[in-house]
């Protein structure tokens, strides 16, 4: 049959709805061809020739016949699609459009793709972290990379107690069963304290969740980096703020509520650092002269902020190829260990 008798065999009256109930079998009686000869068309072989190969192309398109990707994945072995698990607490809801996660997520998919993989993003409530490995269990996806650990370093453990490939953007903590890759928190936090001693700066408020694995070690960084100065940290100057993108204002509605003086902050995230500067802002405070500000994560906005914002730069193109090359080691039955990637502090008009 040659093309133009193939073009002609198609009927213009199909409806979509025919047209979705169109089957292999349907495409391999209407190309005069066997079904086994389509599978293999569909899928790029080359034991069909082209002439035949792109006749069978050409039809399936004009029938709008899809190849489901999945289901053809599991069947020959050969899935090529990593999960990407983004964590939410269900009591802040903190938003997918969060810069950090776009960030993480765009360096993600840039090392997936270098190496020929897709990428399926879901969403988890962080109280039920042991439901990352559904999209694995149900064979959609090879393995897991999970961007943070919240607080359920055992639910962690128990996944990978029972094999599943995952691995985890977080903080190395002690009894750790499961492989993470992570900036070096506690380094962070000391950078980005000293600076602010060095500035002169003595009442340093810290904003962060301490219940968090990576914030606490941004705070040991920080009470070292006071210690180092033989300053005590002051409780009254750690405010337990989420990152959510209004915690910045609470935290210094909270400061002043309780009547501290202080005369920097240290945020550990680029957002609550952005807030807490606005609110300053509309208090009359003037940042840097009466207030210093160091923030973390350095995401792309935080150099166009007014102020320019003092930073902890999180590597995160360097982190999305570490995520994904300690995945692939897992994936291949092959041991992997967890990484810790530097940090440096980027100094802007903020803080100095």
Aim: hydrophobic share 40%.
């Amino acid at each position: 049959m040659n093309k133009s008798t193939t073009k002609s065999a198609v009927p213009e009256s199909v409806t979509p709805a025919q047209q979705q109930r169109l089957q292999m079998a349907d495409i391999a009686r209407l190309a005069g061809v066997s079904t086994s000869t389509v599978s293999r068309a569909l899928s790029g072989s080359t034991l069909v020739n082209e002439e035949t190969r792109t006749r069978i192309l050409e039809l399936a398109r004009s029938l709008k016949y899809s190849i489901n990707i999945g289901a053809q994945n599991l069947r020959l072995k050969q899935n090529r699609t990593v999960g990407v698990v983004v964590p939410y607490d269900s009591a802040t809801r903190q938003h997918l459009s969060d810069p950090f996660f776009l960030g993480m997520l765009g360096s993600l998919a840039d090392a997936l793709t270098e190496q020929g993989f897709d990428m399926l993003v879901t969403r988890v409530d962080a109280e039920q972290l042991d439901s990352a490995a559904a999209p694995f269990d149900s064979g959609r996806v090879i393995g897991v990379v999970l961007i943070g650990q919240w607080r359920h370093h055992d639910q962690l453990n128990q996944l990978a107690a029972r094999n599943v490939p995952i691995v985890v953007w977080g903080a190395q903590l002690p009894q750790q069963q499961y492989c993470t890759v992570g900036g070096d928190n506690v380094a962070g936090g000391r950078m980005a304290t000293a600076h602010l001693l060095a500035q002169g700066r003595r009442r340093i408020a810290f904003l962060g969740d301490v219940n968090m694995p990576e914030v606490a070690q941004r705070y040991r960084g920080y009470c070292e980096a006071l210690a180092a100065e033989g300053i005590a940290p002051d409780p009254a100057l750690q405010v337990s703020a989420s990152f959510l993108p209004e915690a910045g204002a609470q935290a210094m509605r909270q400061l002043h509520q309780g009547g501290q003086s202080f005369d920097a902050i240290f945020a550990c995230s680029d957002l609550l650092a952005m807030t807490a500067i606005n609110a300053l802002r509309q208090d009359g405070v003037q940042v840097p002269r009466q207030v210093a500000v160091v923030g973390y994560d350095d995401i792309e906005l935080a150099s166009y902020f007014h102020p320019p914002l003092s930073s902890v730069q999180q590597p995160i193109r360097a982190a999305g190829r570490a995520l994904v090359a300690t995945l692939l080691e897992l994936t291949e039955g092959r041991p992997a260990s967890s990484v810790q990637l530097p940090t440096q502090l980027i100094v802007r008009a903020s803080s100095s």
